[in-house]
């Protein structure tokens, strides 16, 4: 699998923008692709159309699982967004990681290994750090082959680029390992002198590493972000979507092509175990769902997402074993109506069955 990280220190250069964008454009393109928010704002989480107020699980949760030995799986709290394209999703809460792990060398290399133990088969996974360069980036360039530095070339600044090709050249040193580095502009207005001679500039900083497809400005990048959605899905005639698909292909050409190599220390989930759980409707505000497999518990953690509107959603990783589950719809039980399994209950009422072999 590919990692591919997007980072600048700076704010607002177009790093979500390309995490969503370049991610759905693999996903387009046929591979299997994973997005991982590492912003504890959840721009792409929320970007990609997740409400702000949900509460739920994340990518916090993966991390701070790992740390206590727990070795939580990420496939737990994925969620499906379209065809070949998953969310690893994030959450305020990740704001407080850096504490938790302040004096802990390992830790750098977490999302390292959560991405190691993987059983989905993904090509790619393509990571959103935070404008800063603490705890959270640190572990997304570990995890990274590639990083993609996004430089807004309408307020031109390499403020802060400096600052993270130090980061990069401090993991080689310490742990060996040496992502590949590209620039890519952004926001760039082709009818001005000022964006090439910038070019120029970059090219300074970065010699042969600056891609040369950029992203040119749009007004359907806003658009397709207020509406929760990235660019192929809302509207992929458009400039930028075209921009995007470009410059993934240049990012395909540069990359030697994705293995999926089954590796020997692997903890390998058969696939048929991470069961996808689904519920249509359009009147509700919240779905959980409650079964054997987690003491028939409503929590954060047994919520549904709201994939698109009325389609709720749920991945769960499940034992082989046998299961009564059913769902709670703003308080009230039903079964699975996607289930014909059913069975009575000792309440007099009905659940739910599902097998797992
Ligand atoms: N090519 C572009 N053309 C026009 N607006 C853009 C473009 N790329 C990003 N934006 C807008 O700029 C703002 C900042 O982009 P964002 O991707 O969130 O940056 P970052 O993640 O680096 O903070 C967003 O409102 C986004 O919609
Ligand atoms: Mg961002």
Same mark, same amino acid.
């Given at each position: 699998?590919?990692?591919?990280?997007? &980072?600048?220190?700076?704010?607002?250069?177009?790093?979500?923008?390309?995490?969503?964008?370049?991610?759905?454009? #693999?996903?387009?393109?046929?591979?299997?692709?994973?997005?991982?928010?590492?912003?504890?704002?959840?721009?792409?989480? $929320?970007?990609? !159309?997740?409400?702000?107020?949900? =509460?739920?699980?994340?990518? $916090?949760?993966?991390?701070?699982?790992?740390?206590?030995?727990?070795?939580?799986?990420? +496939?737990?709290?994925?969620? =499906?967004?379209?065809?070949?394209?998953? #969310?690893?999703?994030?959450?305020?809460?990740? &704001?407080?990681?850096?504490? +938790?792990?302040?004096?802990?060398?390992?830790?750098? &290399?977490?999302?390292? +290994?959560? *991405? !190691?133990?993987?059983?989905?088969?993904?090509?790619?996974?393509?990571?959103?750090?935070?404008?800063?360069?603490?705890?959270?980036?640190?572990?997304?360039?570990?995890?990274?082959?590639?990083?993609?530095?996004?430089?807004?070339?309408?307020?031109? /600044?390499?403020?802060?680029?400096?600052?993270?090709?130090?980061?990069?050249?401090?993991?080689?040193?310490?742990?060996?390992?040496?992502?590949?580095?590209?620039?890519?502009?952004?926001?760039?207005?082709?009818?001005?002198?000022?964006?090439?001679?910038?070019?120029?500039?970059?090219?300074?900083?970065?010699?042969?590493?600056?891609?040369?497809?950029?992203?040119?400005?749009?007004?359907?990048?806003?658009? /397709?972000?207020?509406?929760?959605?990235?660019?192929?899905? @809302?509207?992929?005639? &458009?400039?930028?979507?075209?921009? @995007?698909?470009? #410059?993934?292909?240049?990012? *395909?050409?540069?990359?030697?092509?994705?293995?999926?190599?089954?590796?020997?220390?692997?903890?390998?989930? =058969? /696939?048929?175990?991470?069961?996808?759980?689904?519920?249509?409707?359009?009147?509700?505000?919240?779905? $959980?769902?409650? !079964?054997?497999?987690?003491?028939?518990?409503?929590?954060?953690?047994?919520?549904?997402?709201?994939?698109?509107? !009325? #389609?709720?959603?749920?991945?769960?990783?499940?034992?082989?074993?046998?299961?009564?589950?059913?769902?709670?719809?703003?308080?009230?039980?039903?079964?699975?109506?996607?289930?014909?399994?059913?069975?009575?209950? =000792?309440?007099?009422?009905?659940? /739910?069955?599902?097998?797992?072999?």
């Amino acid at each position: 699998m590919h990692v591919i990280a997007i &980072s600048n220190q700076k704010g607002g250069c177009g790093k979500t923008t390309s995490a969503i964008n370049i991610a759905a454009s #693999l996903a387009s393109l046929g591979k299997r692709t994973l997005l991982v928010d590492m912003d504890p704002q959840a721009h792409a989480t $929320y970007g990609l !159309g997740v409400r702000g107020d949900e =509460p739920r699980v994340s990518i $916090y949760n993966v991390l701070t699982a790992q740390s206590e030995k727990k070795h939580k799986f990420l +496939e737990s709290v994925i969620m =499906p967004v379209d065809e070949n394209f998953d #969310l690893a999703p994030s959450h305020v809460l990740l &704001s407080t990681i850096e504490q +938790e792990f302040l004096h802990k060398d390992e830790s750098v &290399s977490q999302l390292h +290994e959560v *991405l !190691g133990r993987l059983s989905f088969p993904y090509e790619y996974a393509v990571i959103d750090c935070p404008p800063s360069l603490g705890f959270l980036t640190f572990n997304a360039l570990r995890a990274a082959d590639t990083v993609l530095v996004p430089i807004e070339l309408g307020t031109f /600044s390499l403020i802060g680029v400096g600052k993270l090709l130090s980061m990069v050249e401090l993991l080689r040193v310490k742990m060996r390992h040496t992502p590949k580095v590209y620039a890519m502009p952004t926001m760039v207005d082709t009818r001005t002198r000022f964006a090439r001679h910038m070019i120029e500039e970059i090219r300074a900083a970065f010699g042969e590493n600056v891609l040369s497809s950029a992203i040119r400005q749009s007004v359907s990048i806003r658009e /397709s972000q207020a509406r929760g959605a990235a660019l192929v899905k @809302y509207d992929p005639k &458009s400039r930028g979507c075209v921009d @995007y698909l470009i #410059l993934t292909q240049e990012l *395909l050409n540069k990359m030697p092509p994705a293995v999926v190599l089954p590796e020997p220390e692997r903890i390998t989930i =058969p /696939s048929d175990r991470l069961k996808d759980f689904m519920f249509k409707t359009r009147t509700a505000q919240e779905v $959980y769902l409650v !079964g054997d497999f987690n003491n028939w518990r409503a929590s954060p953690e047994s919520r549904l997402w709201q994939t698109e509107e !009325g #389609l709720w959603q749920k991945r769960v990783f499940l034992e082989p074993g046998r299961y009564r589950y059913k769902f709670i719809i703003d308080g009230q039980w039903v079964v699975d109506p996607s289930n014909e399994r059913i069975e009575q209950n =000792p309440y007099g009422g009905l659940d /739910s069955v599902l097998e797992i072999h």
